[in-house]
């Protein structure tokens, strides 16, 4: 197929050379791949390509046509074709490709802004709970589509927030300066905070991790810096349970919490003491 010109290989007839868009490849004429192409080769009996030209990719032996994306960081094969590998700093993806970061200052009030933990309500908009280091509170901003909004919502640091299904906040923290309240549990409904005390011991609830399962109750992994332990708490039928996660000689940091699909507890923590991660 496609002989330009042959020649006798004693009892066999072979392609010396070819008609356009066919390259001779184990004495037969293959079909070569064009668009993108700058440069063929052959593979066994194959014509694949080698070279592409700007805007193309090399994937299988054909040149795939990668579509120009602003902010693109790479690209890379996928099925035969040209896919977005990722985004460029200064940009994310989104449904269009990469879409430039949209960045907000939130609170320039005092030294602010340590421990953040953020979470989305069913419209999208972020809530994010932080440490008001020099008023030593714990605070609350949001955005609610068109501005900004914070509240202090106790004394205390260390604030780990959710948002359960009815778009209700629930944030742990550990209550007072230095955590000499221990670990608290606090409900925004209605616009009002409930405040429960779930470890009153001094020194609890640094580092806290929350997390809501699948009937709404929480669940809370944190530190005890007055015995060294990580500590695991949980809230049913009305009533606080706690666990400690490590008997041996730990000191818990960095605490945190998954649910599995069973609400089973998973925590992590650093060990502080030996540098250790567990």
Same mark, same amino acid.
């Given at each position: 197929?496609?002989?330009?010109?042959?020649?006798?290989? $004693?009892?066999? =007839?072979? !392609? +010396?050379? %070819?008609?356009?868009?066919?390259?001779? #490849?184990? &004495?037969? /004429? *293959?079909?070569? @791949?064009?668009?993108?192409?700058?440069?063929?080769?052959?593979? $066994?009996?194959? =014509?694949? !390509? +080698?070279? %592409?030209?700007?805007?193309?990719?090399? #994937?299988? &032996?054909? /040149? *795939?046509?990668? @579509?120009?994306?602003?902010?693109?960081?790479?690209?890379?094969?996928?099925?035969?074709?040209?896919?977005?590998?990722?985004?460029?700093?200064?940009?994310?993806?989104?449904?269009?490709?990469?879409?430039?970061?949209?960045?907000?200052?939130?609170?320039?009030?005092?030294?602010?802004?340590?421990?953040?933990?953020?979470?989305?309500?069913?419209?999208?908009?972020?809530?994010?709970?932080?440490?008001?280091?020099?008023?030593?509170?714990?605070?609350?901003?949001?955005?609610?589509?068109?501005?900004?909004?914070?509240?202090?919502?106790?004394?205390?640091?260390?604030?780990?927030?959710?948002?359960?299904?009815?778009?209700?906040?629930?944030?742990?923290?550990?209550?007072?300066?230095?955590?000499?309240?221990?670990?608290?549990?606090?409900?925004?409904?209605?616009?009002?905070?409930?405040?429960?005390?779930?470890?009153?011991?001094?020194?609890?609830?640094?580092?806290?991790?929350?997390?809501?399962?699948?009937?709404?109750?929480?669940?809370?992994?944190?530190?005890?810096?007055?015995?060294?332990?990580?500590?695991?708490?949980?809230?049913?039928?009305?009533?606080?349970?706690?666990?400690?996660?490590?008997?041996?000689?730990?000191?818990?940091?960095?605490?945190?919490?998954?649910?599995?699909?069973?609400?089973?507890?998973?925590?992590?923590?650093?060990?502080?003491?030996?540098?250790?991660?567990?």
């Amino acid at each position: 197929v496609g002989p330009g010109y042959v020649e006798c290989l $004693g009892t066999t =007839c072979v !392609a +010396t050379a %070819c008609l356009h868009g066919y390259a001779p #490849c184990a &004495g037969l /004429c *293959a079909l070569c @791949p064009v668009a993108g192409v700058s440069a063929h080769g052959c593979a $066994g009996s194959a =014509c694949l !390509a +080698t070279v %592409c030209s700007a805007g193309f990719l090399l #994937c299988g &032996g054909a /040149c *795939a046509y990668c @579509p120009v994306v602003v902010g693109a960081a790479g690209y890379r094969c996928e099925a035969g074709g040209c896919v977005l590998d990722g985004c460029a700093e200064g940009y994310r993806p989104c449904a269009t490709g990469c879409c430039p970061w949209t960045l907000w200052l939130v609170d320039s009030t005092a030294n602010v802004g340590f421990n953040i933990s953020l979470a989305l309500d069913s419209l999208g908009n972020p809530h994010i709970a932080y440490t008001d280091h020099t008023n030593r509170t714990v605070k609350h901003a949001w955005f609610d589509g068109a501005a900004w909004a914070m509240e202090v919502v106790d004394w205390g640091a260390s604030g780990s927030i959710e948002i359960d299904a009815a778009d209700n906040l629930h944030l742990s923290y550990c209550h007072l300066s230095f955590c000499r309240g221990g670990l608290r549990y606090a409900v925004r409904s209605g616009g009002a905070w409930s405040f429960e005390d779930v470890d009153a011991a001094s020194g609890v609830g640094a580092d806290s991790s929350l997390k809501l399962d699948r009937a709404g109750n929480p669940h809370i992994a944190y530190g005890d810096a007055g015995t060294n332990r990580v500590k695991y708490a949980r809230r049913t039928g009305g009533l606080w349970s706690i666990e400690i996660v490590e008997a041996s000689i730990v000191i818990g940091s960095a605490v945190a919490l998954a649910l599995d699909a069973t609400d089973q507890p998973h925590v992590s923590f650093g060990d502080r003491w030996n540098r250790d991660f567990m």
